[in-house]
């Protein structure tokens, strides 16, 4: 059983930078998959980066590489989503999610435990 807590988040300008936060409690993290969704209004769920349970494989949507990036730090069962040159269309509810082993998968439903979910909003 893991639970995610998540932190960061705001308003950010475009062409800033924002760092978001997974914390998750329970034994094992090194053993989960964890990846970042966003949600827009009006809009499905979509994946934005994963990262494996050691750290050594990351995954990215198209429309966010090069800009943002996923890192975990295992020690703290922590997963940070750090947001470069934010854009207006990044604005979105981002959640965290959790997945035991596997691969880094790109689809909600993959996923077994959710972070509550931060709001980020990018003005122009």
């Known amino acids: 059983q893991v639970q995610l807590v998540q932190s960061g988040g705001g308003l950010v300008q475009a062409g800033g930078s924002l760092r978001l936060s997974c914390a998750a409690s329970?034994?094992?993290?090194?053993?989960?998959?964890v990846a970042w969704f966003r949600q827009a209004a009006g809009r499905e769920r979509e994946f934005v980066a994963g990262?494996?349970?050691?750290?050594?494989?990351?995954d990215y949507a198209d429309s966010v590489k090069g800009r943002f990036t996923i890192s975990r730090d295992n020690g703290q069962n922590t997963v940070f989503l750090q947001i470069a040159s934010p854009k207006p269309e990044d604005t979105a509810d981002y959640y965290c999610?959790?997945?035991?082993?596997?691969?880094?998968?790109?689809?909600?439903?993959?996923?077994?435990?959710w972070g509550q979910g931060t709001q980020v909003t990018v003005s122009p």
């Open positions: 329970g034994r094992g993290f090194s053993n989960y998959v």
């Open positions: 990262i494996s349970g050691t750290g050594d494989m990351t």
């Open positions: 999610a959790a997945a035991f082993g596997g691969a880094i998968w790109s689809f909600p439903r993959q996923y077994d435990y």
